[in-house]
């Protein structure tokens, strides 16, 4: 999607939704060339509304959004921009309709859906029209409260409001390839300042947006979340098969050697044969990413959604905290049980995980699994290194596989506390008392199937 043609408001709804029904929005009074008296304003929206057959920057209604793979659609309230109207900009008639939208989803219990491309808020309007922002602020969080999800798409381009409102605070933000995406636009940006910066890929690495989807997958990407974040449960999440060795280990080392054994299945297998499919989620929205170190989306298992959070066996990183405790509080927001995998040696202990806040990213998630009201089911599945695996476990609903340990320490740092020699590494790991069936004689896990 370039510059050189930017589908309009009802072209993008034609991309995704099949049988498109506009809502009767108000219809505001008009002043003269607007409130503040612009002189040429309505001169102005006259040429928009002859360019693009629209009398307004924004179309609303709602439609039914359907994957190819999907038996039926997710019908969900629609909020298409034109950016042929005035730059997509926002203003106060802007705002009528926002809030007709979404107090139509509230009222039908529906998905909101919007389909950004804007430049900000309409200068034409002054204030008034900045202010819109909070209405649609407050109109989100009402539909954030009615447990009822969000799911943007961004567009070339989003910028200025529409991007720091219906873009970046929606529950999941998919982004078509090379779209311009930044609260800052082009014509108000530093000089010297770096394009690459303030584009759709650039959202994705920071952590501020979840994925870029082509046009051409956009229609199934977005019916699959759309399935899956309207599919409530109130059944916790089924303990996952064990994958690995069989037999329990016969020491804490052996453990412990099991469970660092490159040969051991991982985060990825297990959500694989778990799951029918899934979609991941990424970033914390505070600019980090921990691609390398947790994995988090919703997934399908026998018709039920449930949504995940999984350590891959790195040290976790601040940024994999965030991620998931944004997973765990989306999952309870909208009903949804929880599956976490805990795997990993520990919290990552650099001194840049320090300066990104890693002592209070762990509290956080602490938190978020301790007050959970979803039901979270915890697995084991290979390190389970100190409070840096512990964050994710679920009190009184965590397992662990026989290729597993779970430590308050690894037992070489323990040994190194201790002030003991290498050699006794292994009879401080046998003390520790890590193995499954010791942590299962300890009560830290559970023994029965779920």
Known sequence: MTADHR????????????????????????ERDGPLGWPGYDASRARAAERTGETESVVCGTASIKGA???????????????????????????????????????????????????????????????????????????????LPQVAVVRDPTTGGGWATLGAGADVVL??????????????????????????????????????????????????????????????????????????????????QRARSPERPRAAHYLDDYFTHRVTISGDRCGGTDPDGVLCGFGERDGRTI??????????????????TRLIRLAERLGIPVLTLVDTPGAANDAEAERQGAGAAIAELFGVVAAARTPVTTLVIGEGGSGGALALAAPGRTWATPDSYFSVIAPEQAARILKRPPSEIESTAEQLRIRPQDLAELGVIRTDVG
């Open 69 to 147: 793979s999907d038996a039926e659609g997710v019908r969900a309230v629609l909020i298409a921009f034109e950016f042929g109207y005035l730059g997509g900009s926002l203003g106060e008639r802007t705002g009528d309709r926002l809030e007709a939208a979404f107090a139509c989803a509230r009222e039908h219990r529906l998905p909101v859906v919007p389909l950004i491309a804007t430049g900000g808020s309409r200068m034409q309007e002054g204030m008034l029209a900045l202010t819109q922002l909070q209405r649609v602020a407050r109109q989100s969080a009402l539909t954030r409260e009615a447990g």
């Open 175 to 256: 982004a078509l390839p090379g779209a311009q995406v930044g609260f800052a636009g082009s014509r108000v940006r530093p000089p010297d300042a770096d394009p690459s910066a303030y584009t759709a890929e650039a959202q994705v690495a920071a952590g501020s947006a979840d994925a870029v989807v082509p046009s051409e997958g956009l229609r199934e990407t977005l019916g699959r979340w759309l399935r899956l974040l309207t599919t409530p449960s109130a059944e916790p999440a089924p303990v996952p098969r064990p994958l690995g060795a069989a037999g329990l280990p016969a020491s804490g080392w052996d453990a412990v």
């Open 307 to 324: 949504a995940y959070a999984a350590q891959t066996g790195t040290a976790t990183r601040p940024a994999g905290y965030r991620t998931a």
């Open 7 to 30: 589908p309009s408001a009802r072209e993008a709804i034609a991309l995704v939704a099949d049988g498109f029904r506009e809502l009767d929005c108000p219809i505001r009074g008009s």
